[in-house]
């Protein structure tokens, strides 16, 4: 295999590994800092829904090292465990955004819905990416890996978030609060010079995830301040109506 190719065939496995180093690192002061200390007491919940997402971007990056390094049999041997892994970040997504949701009434927040619309969408861009990834699974490996990578875009820009609640904004509203997600965003420049250097295009599904992702995160913090989401539309979709 000449050289670049064996380059452009580590680009899903080398991208995996940098989400999942940037999801376990992005939690140091909001959680494993606090849970090793003991200064602060988390709901079992909590507990849970940080293993299955850790479980799922660690997962990610294994299964994306052992295609590029030839086990295929294996990583599809350990499919089912994402699927099911996958398949249940969303409950445990929005009900941990219920039980914020709660926090903050009780403290007498202004808009205790307003951060409920990053769990909404980014749970929502997951799942359809990565249903659309189990269903290419056997069927399509261009779009299967593409989908799986933008699913994990998903979750990567929810993760970097954390670091807001510890530093001081740099930037004003609303490009602070768009900040973590268009950050993540920048793994679509990065998928899209790949798919140019491999494909000689742009694939659709890169299109069609940066069409859907940058909008939606530019948008979200706009909506999440606006009486329409918090007066209407959270409380009937998470429950509170």
Same mark, same amino acid.
């Given at each position: 295999? +000449?050289?670049?190719?064996?380059?452009?065939?580590?680009?899903?496995?080398?991208?995996?590994? =940098? &989400?999942?180093?940037?999801?376990?690192?992005?939690?140091?002061?909001?959680?494993?800092?606090?849970?090793?200390?003991?200064?602060?007491?988390? =709901?079992?919940?909590?507990?849970?829904?940080?293993?299955?997402?850790?479980?799922?971007?660690?997962?990610?990056?294994?299964?994306?090292?052992? $295609?590029?390094?030839?086990?295929?049999?294996?990583?599809?041997?350990?499919? =089912?465990? @994402?699927?099911?892994?996958?398949?249940? &970040?969303?409950?445990?997504? &929005?009900?941990?955004?219920?039980?914020?949701?709660? *926090?903050? &009434?009780?403290?007498?927040?202004?808009?205790?819905? *307003?951060?409920?619309?990053?769990?909404?969408?980014?749970?929502?861009?997951?799942?359809?990416?990565?249903?659309?990834?189990?269903?290419?699974?056997?069927?399509?490996?261009?779009?299967?890996?593409?989908?799986?990578?933008?699913?994990?875009?998903?979750?990567?820009?929810?993760?970097?978030?954390?670091?807001?609640?510890?530093?001081?904004?740099?930037?004003?509203?609303?490009?602070?609060?768009?900040?973590?997600?268009? $950050?993540?965003?920048?793994?679509?420049?990065?998928?899209?010079?790949?798919?140019?250097?491999?494909?000689?295009?742009?694939?659709?599904?890169?299109?069609?995830?940066?069409? $859907?992702?940058? +909008?939606?995160?530019?948008?979200?913090?706009? =909506? @999440?301040?606006?009486?329409?989401?918090?007066?209407?539309?959270? +409380?009937?979709?998470?429950?509170?109506?």
């Amino acid at each position: 295999m +000449p050289p670049a190719a064996k380059a452009r065939s580590r680009f899903f496995a080398n991208a995996a590994i =940098l &989400m999942a180093v940037l999801v376990v690192s992005s939690f140091p002061v909001t959680y494993f800092g606090p849970l090793l200390s003991g200064s602060k007491q988390f =709901l079992l919940l909590r507990h849970l829904h940080g293993a299955v997402f850790f479980g799922w971007i660690g997962l990610y990056a294994w299964q994306a090292n052992l $295609v590029a390094g030839g086990k295929v049999r294996l990583h599809r041997e350990l499919g =089912l465990a @994402g699927v099911a892994l996958g398949g249940a &970040m969303v409950p445990l997504g &929005m009900w941990l955004a219920v039980q914020a949701i709660e *926090e903050r &009434m009780a403290q007498g927040v202004a808009r205790p819905f *307003e951060f409920a619309v990053y769990n909404f969408f980014d749970l929502t861009l997951f799942a359809c990416f990565f249903a659309a990834a189990v269903y290419h699974a056997s069927r399509n490996l261009e779009w299967h890996r593409r989908e799986i990578y933008v699913a994990a875009i998903c979750v990567v820009g929810p993760a970097i978030s954390r670091w807001e609640l510890v530093l001081p904004p740099p930037l004003p509203f609303p490009l602070f609060d768009a900040l973590p997600n268009l $950050v993540a965003d920048l793994f679509l420049v990065a998928l899209a010079l790949h798919d140019r250097r491999a494909l000689g295009r742009i694939h659709p599904v890169t299109l069609f995830a940066a069409a $859907v992702l940058v +909008p939606f995160n530019l948008v979200e913090p706009l =909506l @999440g301040r606006s009486e329409v989401w918090n007066a209407t539309l959270a +409380p009937h979709l998470y429950g509170f109506r």
